[in-house]
């Protein structure tokens, strides 16, 4: 499991590792390597939303995503409107992460807008230079006692 704080709107570099929790050890340095790039396409566009920084997250989305809504101005101010807790994530967890052949699921828990928690289900297509974001599915989380 490893953590993040997104820092949003400042000078200062966005994203600060808050701590690295490993419980599993990857199953082999493919593996280890595929953990890797997809968590750093998703912080990536994580820290673009962070900065309004349209260019830089509409580099993260997939062709499909890009042929949907053509621009990275129409495309923000979906996020904006349809996602607000990825566009606000003030913190991530990323879970697991699930392969489906051409595709793969990267589960993370977010701490949105008003400290509110979310699981994300980020469906990963791989493609000729890393790993783009095909769709995301937004659910709240219990919050507990």
Same mark, same amino acid.
């Given at each position: 499991?490893?953590?993040?704080?997104?820092?949003?709107?400042? =000078?200062?570099?966005? &994203?600060? &590792?808050?701590? +690295? &929790?490993?419980?599993?050890?990857?199953?082999? /340095?493919?593996?280890?390597?595929?953990?890797?790039?997809?968590?750093?396409?998703?912080?990536?566009?994580?820290?673009?939303?962070?900065?309004?920084?349209?260019?830089?997250?509409? @580099?993260?989305?997939?062709?499909?995503?890009?042929?949907?809504?053509?621009?990275?101005?129409?495309?923000?101010?979906?996020? @904006?409107?349809?996602? /607000?807790?990825?566009?606000?994530?003030?913190?991530?967890?990323? &879970?697991?992460? +699930?392969?489906?052949? =051409?595709?793969?699921?990267?589960?993370?828990?977010?701490? =949105?807008?008003?400290?509110?928690?979310? +699981?994300?289900?980020?469906?990963?297509?791989?493609?000729?230079? =890393?790993? @783009?974001?095909?769709?995301?599915?937004?659910?709240?989380?219990?919050?507990?006692?």
């Amino acid at each position: 499991m490893i953590t993040w704080l997104i820092r949003a709107r400042s =000078g200062v570099p966005t &994203l600060l &590792l808050i701590s +690295v &929790l490993v419980f599993l050890v990857p199953a082999s /340095p493919q593996a280890d390597n595929t953990d890797a790039a997809i968590r750093n396409t998703i912080l990536t566009q994580i820290e673009a939303f962070a900065n309004d920084d349209n260019e830089a997250a509409w @580099k993260m989305a997939s062709e499909g995503i890009k042929r949907r809504f053509g621009t990275p101005d129409i495309f923000m101010a979906m996020v @904006k409107q349809a996602y /607000p807790a990825v566009h606000g994530a003030s913190a991530i967890e990323f &879970l697991d992460r +699930v392969p489906h052949g =051409g595709f793969d699921i990267q589960v993370v828990r977010v701490s =949105g807008p008003e400290g509110q928690r979310w +699981v994300v289900y980020y469906r990963m297509i791989r493609v000729e230079d =890393g790993w @783009k974001i095909g769709g995301v599915q937004v659910q709240p989380t219990d919050p507990g006692i």
